[in-house]
């Protein structure tokens, strides 16, 4: 009886240790020593083309750089992976990293790849319809739940006798239905439909009055208190990177062709040329690629608090770093 | 009126009378098991109580369901001549098996509500039989709440409801014990003294089979052979005294003596 | 009686509120950060604050899992039926009923939008498709455990196939169907909100699967958990509505429901 329960004791404590051992990454150590880890928010598209090519044309090298790219796909919870040391940066739209700062995670913002949020709806031209509230009187409307935006359109017009359904990633649904509209990716759904025929007519949510920073690339506090330089090599190569992949495209895009079958390079090349105005603007033809003001953080701040996502504004002073 | 009289299932039977049961070079294999029944043959007459013995698994319930349809033959055939086609039979097994989420008198009355009887009439005649075994009182209770005696006169009475023609009892009470055994066997050849209708009882008790029957069959263990045809000679009326009685040892005794003779234990 | 309900009650209530206190006790030590494991306390005020939307989604949700789990019992029951009378049916057809039950629901959810459009129809589809396995098997197994001697005693006296399935063997089986019935209860509420995630409404009559994604995409960690609470709750009702039909079915006759 007595070895029994010592057995089952040791037994307790062996699955304890591996319980604990495996939720926490051996963070820190690896990034001291140039190996970082970098997480996307999606399949590798044009949207992280600067990542790709900082690392193929060497830029990340040059600052003694080792970055390992992790390509995601719908779901993967970037903002958790990179507050618990699993990532070292992950890309994030500027609504989520608001959003993590309310609820109490202490990740900060780097760099923004866009400009101006890709975030539209797409419907058929047939439609006719020439602003998104025309949209919202009939058919049926793909938006994923939970996200901002469709609160905001919610709140600037009603939905009125429009069906609201999941947005389920494709392409599919649109294709084969004259009244089904979805949200897209400006750079992305669009072209995909009219590869497939369909002639879609797209609306920028950010023409609406919500522009958030998209494509953020975030950190955990530890690392710019403790790696600083680390970080900024990272966004200072990815800068050259984004610069170098504005200018040509082709090379980043036919590695990541490789990892993301589903995209044919034609797709491809059209869908870096689409984004290019949303990436480059006056702005960061002054101040740098990927800049970001305290203005429109405390705007887009303000406009999650209105539309109750978050109680408090957070302070934008504490998670807007500069890299320079 | 005379079309009612015309079809057998729904107008019930007035009385029961009796079948005669040819049994004529039976024959059964079984696919497992081998030759069950070798050859048997065997003639009932209308209205006689006969005991079937044997050891167990020589084959008499397999005989008895062959009797009652509820199995086939692979060589010879089985008779039931009766006035009017086709006979009523019932069965009595050795558990009660009644159907638990039913009450007593919904139980007793299955029979008559698989034929289609009108549900008055199929309740009167389950009070009846009901009467008949002494459960009059017990018709609205659960079978769960019966003892193994009232269950397996529960039974009975629902063997008795359609007035069967042919009751055939396979070792119906071999799981109660001693007393209440010896009170249905009482009520049993009551039952049959009033109401005319053959009887095929199978039992492995030689003390059974000699209190109730006018004779006694006896099958050898597989596969089986009948090794012994014998009249019980004792009065029609018999009472619980009559096993203490020197003329049931008696023919008790000849009972051994004729299955030594026969070569069976 | 009083004495024998508080001896149900009490020890289930007494555990809760022991784990649920070192739950609490456990993340506000341990600073555990509050979109990872929120404590009770914090779950509670988010269901609080959000109480009339969740109690929509819940009503939306119940709709559809209890328009699947009839429709489990109801095809689940003839399904077994049929494949029950017949030993060559069964042989045919069982094993596509165990293939469709492995088939994750994740992966078929897509299929029944295109097939059903998105509402309703196809979230009780989803819950049905998910419930019925469990109804069949248990059903089967009811019908087919029936006694031989009863069996022979309908034959015997003339039974109709008809008159032996409905006057013997579905209530013999009743006690496996009531079985089967409790399984497919809680699994309709799996079915239903998953079947939400893919084909359910997103707006208006938003159900409990849609306010998961959308407390997740949120980061609102406390929302998400007060949501599966709510889904844990729909199930536990429709497993003890079950049972209660259960036990007035049976109660009667069989030890099971006998208290």
């Given at each position: 009886m007595?070895t029994m329960n010592?057995?089952l004791?040791?037994?307790f404590a062996?699955?304890?240790?591996?319980l604990t051992s495996c939720s926490?990454?051996?963070s820190?150590a690896?990034a001291?020593?140039?190996?970082?880890?970098?997480?996307?928010?999606w399949?590798?598209?044009?949207?992280?083309?600067g990542?790709y090519?900082a690392?193929?044309g060497g830029?990340?090298?040059?600052?003694n750089?080792?970055v390992?790219?992790?390509g995601g796909?719908a779901?993967?919870?970037?903002?958790?992976m990179?507050a618990?040391g699993?990532?070292?940066?992950?890309i994030?739209?500027?609504d989520?990293?608001i959003?993590a700062?309310?609820?109490?995670?202490?990740?900060v913002a780097l760099?923004a790849i866009?400009?101006?949020?890709?975030q539209?709806i797409?419907?058929?031209a047939?439609?006719?319809?020439?602003?998104i509230k025309?949209?919202?009187g009939?058919?049926?409307?793909?938006?994923e739940?939970?996200?901002?935006?469709v609160?905001y359109?919610k709140?600037?017009?009603?939905?009125d006798g429009?069906?609201?359904v999941?947005?389920?990633?494709?392409?599919?649904?649109?294709v084969?239905d004259?009244?089904?509209?979805q949200?897209?990716?400006?750079t992305s759904?669009?072209?995909?439909?009219?590869?497939?025929g369909a002639n879609?007519?797209?609306f920028?949510v950010?023409?609406e009055?919500?522009n958030?920073y998209?494509?953020?690339?975030?950190?955990?506090?530890e690392?710019?208190?403790?790696?600083?330089?680390?970080a900024?090599a990272?966004i200072h190569?990815s800068r050259?990177?984004?610069?170098?992949?504005l200018d040509d495209?082709?090379?980043?895009?036919?590695?990541m062709?490789k990892?993301n079958?589903?995209?044919?390079?034609?797709?491809?090349?059209a869908?870096a040329e689409?984004q290019k105005?949303?990436?480059?603007t006056?702005e960061?033809?002054s101040r740098?690629l990927?800049?970001?003001t305290k203005?429109?953080?405390?705007?887009?701040?303000?406009?999650?608090?209105?539309?109750?996502?978050?109680?408090?504004?957070?302070?934008?002073?504490?998670f807007?770093?500069?890299?320079? | 009126?005379s079309?009612?009289?015309?079809?057998?299932e729904l107008h019930l039977?007035?009385?029961?009378?009796?079948?005669?049961v040819?049994?004529d070079h039976?024959v059964?294999?079984f696919?497992g098991?081998?030759?069950?029944l070798?050859?048997i043959?065997?003639d009932?007459?209308s209205g006689?109580?006969?005991a079937?013995l044997?050891?167990?698994?020589c084959?008499?319930?397999?005989?008895?369901?062959i009797i009652a349809?509820?199995d086939?033959?692979d060589r010879?055939?089985?008779?039931?001549?009766a006035p009017?086609?086709?006979p009523?039979i019932a069965?009595?097994?050795?558990d009660?098996?009644?159907?638990?989420?039913?009450?007593v008198l919904?139980?007793?009355t299955?029979p008559?509500e698989?034929?289609?009887?009108p549900k008055?009439?199929r309740r009167a005649?389950?009070?009846?039989a009901?009467?008949k075994?002494?459960?009059?009182?017990a018709?609205?209770?659960?079978?769960a709440e019966l003892?193994?005696?009232m269950?397996?006169?529960v039974s009975l009475a629902?063997?008795?409801?359609?007035r069967p023609q042919?009751?055939?009892?396979?070792?119906p009470f071999?799981?109660?014990?001693?007393?209440?055994?010896?009170?249905l066997?009482?009520?049993?050849r009551?039952?049959?003294i009033e109401h005319p209708?053959?009887?095929?009882?199978?039992?492995?008790s030689?003390a059974e089979?000699t209190y109730?029957a006018e004779?006694c069959?006896?099958l050898?263990?597989?596969?089986a052979?009948?090794?012994l045809d014998?009249?019980?000679d004792?009065?029609?009326t018999r009472h619980?005294?009559?096993?203490?009685?020197?003329?049931?040892?008696q023919?008790?005794g000849s009972?051994y003596d004729a299955?030594l003779?026969?070569g069976t234990? | 009686?009083?004495?024998k309900?508080?001896?149900?009650l009490?020890?289930?209530?007494v555990?809760l509120?022991?784990?649920l206190?070192?739950?609490?006790?456990l993340?506000?030590?341990l600073?555990?950060?509050?979109?990872?494991?929120?404590?009770?306390?914090?779950?509670l005020?988010a269901?609080?604050?959000?109480?009339?939307a969740l109690a929509?989604?819940?009503f939306?949700?119940a709709?559809?899992?209890l328009m699947?789990f009839?429709?489990?019992?109801?095809?689940?029951i003839?399904i077994?039926?049929?494949?029950?009378?017949?030993?060559v049916?069964?042989?045919?057809?069982?094993?596509?009923a165990?293939?469709?039950?492995?088939v994750p629901i994740?992966a078929?959810a897509?299929?029944?939008?295109?097939?059903?459009?998105?509402?309703?129809?196809a979230?009780?589809v989803?819950?049905?498709?998910v419930?019925?396995?469990?109804?069949?098997?248990n059903?089967?197994t009811g019908l087919?455990?029936?006694?031989?001697s009863?069996?022979?005693?309908?034959?015997?006296h003339?039974?109709?196939?008809f008159?032996?399935l409905?006057l013997?063997?579905?209530?013999?089986a009743?006690?496996?169907?009531v079985?089967g019935?409790r399984v497919?209860g809680?699994?309709?509420v799996i079915?239903a909100i998953?079947?939400e995630?893919?084909?359910?409404?997103?707006?208006?009559?938003?159900?409990l699967g849609?306010?998961?994604?959308s407390?997740?995409?949120?980061?609102?960690t406390?929302?998400?958990?007060?949501?599966?609470f709510?889904a844990?709750?729909l199930g536990?009702?429709?497993?003890?509505a079950?049972n209660w039909?259960?036990?007035?079915m049976m109660r009667k006759?069989?030890p099971?429901?006998?208290v």
């Open positions: 007595k010592r057995r004791l040791l037994l062996l699955m304890s240790l591996m926490r990454d051996k820190g690896h001291t020593d140039g190996k970082v880890k970098l997480v996307l928010n399949v590798p598209e044009p949207e992280f083309g990542f090519a690392r193929d830029a990340y090298a040059k600052q750089l080792d390992e790219i992790m796909g779901g993967v919870p970037v903002v958790q990179v618990s699993q990532a070292d940066f992950g994030a739209g500027g989520e990293v959003m700062r309310a609820r109490g995670v202490d990740i760099f866009y400009q101006t949020s890709p539209g797409m419907a058929h047939s439609r006719k319809a020439k602003t025309d949209l919202l009939s058919g049926t409307l793909a938006m739940p939970g996200l901002p935006y609160a359109l709140k600037q017009h009603r939905f429009v069906q609201i999941p947005y389920d990633g494709g392409v599919a649904r649109f084969n004259p009244n089904f509209a949200q897209c990716f400006i759904e669009p072209l995909a439909a009219r590869k497939k879609p007519s797209v920028l950010a023409d009055g919500f958030p998209v494509g953020v690339v975030i950190t955990r506090r690392m710019v208190e403790k790696n600083k330089a680390i900024i990272f190569a050259e990177g984004w610069r170098s992949y495209p082709k090379p980043a895009n036919a590695t062709a990892l079958t589903t995209m044919d390079a034609e797709t491809f090349a869908a689409a105005p949303l990436i480059e006056p960061t033809k740098g990927g800049t970001m203005e429109r953080w405390e705007t887009l701040a303000n406009q999650l608090v209105e539309l109750n996502i978050i109680d408090k504004a957070p302070n934008v002073d504490d807007l770093v500069s890299v320079d | 009126m079309d009612f009289a015309d079809s057998p039977a007035t009385t029961h009378a009796g079948v005669r040819v049994i039976v059964r294999v696919p098991s081998g030759l069950v070798d050859d043959s065997l009932v007459p006689a109580f006969v079937l044997g050891p167990s698994g084959g008499k319930s397999t005989l008895l369901r349809g509820l086939r033959v010879g055939k089985v008779c039931l001549e009017e086609a086709p009523r069965y009595v097994f050795q009660a098996h009644l159907l638990p989420w039913r009450s919904e139980n007793v299955l008559l698989l034929l289609g009887t008055t009439e005649n389950a009070r009846e009901l009467a075994v002494g459960l009059s009182d018709e609205q209770r659960m079978p003892s193994g005696g269950k397996m006169r629902r063997a008795l409801v359609t042919i009751l055939l009892l396979d070792e071999a799981a109660l014990d001693e007393i209440t055994r010896q009170k066997d009482d009520e049993l009551r039952l049959w209708m053959t009887v095929l009882f199978v039992t492995h030689n089979a109730l004779r069959i006896v050898s263990p597989r596969p052979k009948l090794v014998m009249p019980i004792l009065p029609r619980a005294s009559l096993r203490a009685h020197a003329s049931f040892a023919v008790l009972l299955l003779k026969a234990s | 009686m009083k004495a309900f508080l001896q149900t009490m020890p289930p209530i555990s509120v022991v784990v206190g070192m739950w609490e006790l993340v506000r030590s600073s555990v950060p509050a979109y990872l494991l929120p404590p009770p306390s914090a779950i005020s269901g609080l604050s959000n109480a009339t929509l989604a819940s939306t949700t709709k559809s899992a699947g009839f429709l489990s019992a109801f095809f689940g003839s077994a039926v049929v494949l029950g009378s017949s030993r049916l069964e042989r045919s057809f069982y094993p596509y165990v293939f469709l039950q492995t994740v078929i897509p299929l029944l939008v295109i097939w059903f459009g998105p509402g309703q129809r979230v009780s989803s819950a049905f498709i419930g019925v396995f469990p109804v069949v098997a059903t089967l087919r455990s029936v006694d031989p009863l069996r022979d005693l309908f034959r015997l003339g039974a109709s196939k008159q032996t409905f013997l063997s579905l209530p013999h009743t006690p496996s169907i079985t019935l497919a809680g699994l309709s079915g998953v079947g995630f893919v084909a359910g409404f997103a707006e208006g009559a938003a159900g849609i306010v998961v994604l407390s997740y995409r949120q980061l609102r406390d929302l998400l958990f007060a949501s599966v709510c844990s709750m536990l009702l429709l497993f003890g079950t039909f259960g036990w007035r006759w069989h099971s429901e006998k």
